[in-house]
T-cell receptor
Framework: DADVTQTPRNRITKTGKRIMLECSQT?????MYWYRQDPGLGLRLIYY???????NKGEISDGYSVSRQAQAKFSLSLESAIPNQTALYFC??????????????FGEGSRLTVL | GENVEQHPSTLSVQEGDSAVIKCTYS??????FPWYKQELGKRPQLIID???NVGEKKDQRIAVTLNKTAKHFSLHITETQPEDSAVYFC????????????WGAGTKLIIKP
């Protein structure tokens, strides 16, 4: 079954550490996204990518970077984690062209705690 | 910046009754309005969406209405069931893109037996 897979699912780290969250998808979608979810704030877009050579900042990109290693892989990095980056992170994909219905397909989420 | 306000933050209804969740948006160019359901510990999943060229869309027990003049849209769930318990998020497109969304803060729907 085509899916969106995130690793790790849970991570506890310390302030100042470098963290990478990885996302891979078997849906064949071109578009990939990283979102952050905080209680009472909904979902906020960090970065999005339309293909390997196209990376765009979302509304809250400061303190984050991304890499689109292949059509199916999109990773999110926190170069120096801080406590207010503690959140639930979601990767998502969507189609393009005729497959572009607007629907986002989310991964299962990566819960990050920065102490 | 653009924003989406969602109300109420928590809604408790008796099983079998109807539930209504409302959202208002600020970007007059928004033309795509999806609703996502997130069950506890799970990923958000699209349940229904509407585009600005229609005023209402229905899918079995759920419906969405859109009032572009007033810039608000609503989710209606009829004959609620225990499996409807979840957090519901509305979103509005940033301008006419359907890949950049501004999200509401979510509504926790509780179905009382």
């Amino acid at each position: 079954d085509a899916d969106v897979t995130q690793t790790p699912r849970n991570r506890i780290t310390k302030t100042g550490k470098r963290i990478m969250l990885e996302c891979s998808q078997t849906k064949g979608h071109d578009r990939m996204y990283w979102y952050r979810q905080d209680p009472g704030l909904g979902l906020r877009l960090i970065y999005y990518s339309f293909d390997v050579k196209d990376i765009n900042k979302g509304e809250i990109s400061d303190g984050y970077s991304v890499s689109r290693q292949a059509q199916a892989k999109f990773s999110l990095s926190l170069e120096s984690a801080i406590p207010n980056q503690t959140a639930l992170y979601f990767c998502a994909t969507s189609g393009r062209g005729r497959a572009n219905t607007g629907e986002l397909f989310f991964g299962e989420g990566s819960r990050l705690t920065v102490l | 910046g653009e924003n989406v306000e969602q109300h109420p933050s928590t809604l408790s209804v008796q099983e079998g009754d109807s539930a209504v969740i409302k959202c208002t948006y600020s970007d007059s160019a928004s033309n795509y309005f999806p609703w996502y359901k997130q069950e506890l510990g799970k990923r958000p999943q699209l349940i229904i969406d509407i585009r600005s060229n229609v005023g209402e869309k229905k899918d079995q027990r759920i419906a969405v209405t859109l009032n572009k003049t007033a810039k608000h849209f609503s989710l209606h769930i009829t004959e609620t069931q225990p499996e409807d318990s979840a957090v519901y998020f509305c979103a509005a497109s940033l301008g006419d893109s359907n890949y950049q969304l501004i999200w509401g803060a979510g509504t926790k729907l509780i179905i009382k037996p």
